[in-house]
DNA sequence: ATAATGACGACCAGTTTAGTCGAGAATTCC
DNA sequence: GGAATTCTCGACTAAACTGGTCGTCATTAT
């Protein structure tokens, strides 16, 4: 069905919240799961997703949590997909960049050109883009209600 | 995944199959599972779903078989894989066209365009490109295996 | 009638998705 | 040292989807 899977919304937002809540200290999962409405140890399996490509950092004992391994700024949506989704690549024989134009696949060529486009724009926006959207909703949102 | 799947594919091959052999006359799923390596059995599913949505035309009892309803140039690829898989969109919440731009999914606006890019150039190809790419492609494995 | 061909629905095995659960390891605080 | 807190990791599961197969029936040309 060409369908995004929970994992990468999930995932995604669980960094983005990382983003917005994590200034000061790690932020514990509990958290994460409470405020973006994930299952909490569905989010453990995420975040140790995450963990392995070197998103986040975390630490146990009290105190401890989930942080941002590197600046939101330098995080972008395509690498944070992949490791939550794997590839990306609509036909099977996309995976493999060396442009192997054997042609084996007839559609290819369409496909080729739709996969390029839609990785240099997941590239072009970070984590940190994605977190300012979501406070400027936040803020919104709590207009609405105060108005 | 995001993957196609072999519906998409082999939906779409069947077509191109009938656009280069449906000159003259029906052509048979048994033909078409052949030179498509489709398992015929299966191929059947795809035709009929083809055919509710009516792109070919089936024709019962001797010498009967299948052929495309319009000229493969009126047919965008687009039409053919929605048929095929269902909406292409990579989000749920990219479904209903109306710009419902409540912003309940925080990704929205990335897929957005993502999708719209992707939609707008199947829409550009039609399977009669696509069948003139297969023969071209034909005609080439015929000139290396001579030589 | 009979043979050819498509139409349609039931069924099935394997994979993926979306989780849940429980035992354990690290760390802090007392 | 012991208890509380928090993450870690692997096993397990139910439901849905994928990629089929099979059998029966309908239609049509001869």
């Not at 941002?68 to 493999?96: F, I, N, Q, T, Y």
Request: with cysteine; charged share 30%; glycine share 8%.
């Amino acid at each position: 069905m060409m369908r995004l899977s929970t994992k990468g919304d999930y995932g995604v937002r669980a960094l983005i919240d990382l983003a917005l809540y994590g200034g000061d200290g790690p932020v514990q999962r509990t958290e994460i799961a409470r405020r973006e409405q994930i299952p909490e140890s569905y989010l453990d399996h995420l975040l140790a997703q995450l963990r392995r490509d070197g998103f986040v950092r975390s630490t146990r004992g009290p105190g401890g949590g989930h942080e941002l391994a590197r600046p939101a700024k330098e995080m972008c949506l395509l690498h944070v997909l992949e490791s939550l989704e794997g590839s990306l690549a609509p036909l099977a024989c996309l995976e493999d960049d060396p442009e192997s134009d054997d042609g084996i696949c007839g559609q290819q060529w369409v496909w080729r050109d739709i996969y390029d486009d839609m990785r240099a724009k997941l590239e072009s926006v970070s984590i940190a883009d994605l977190a300012e959207r979501e406070q400027e909703r936040l803020r919104n949102r709590a207009l609405n209600y105060s108005i």
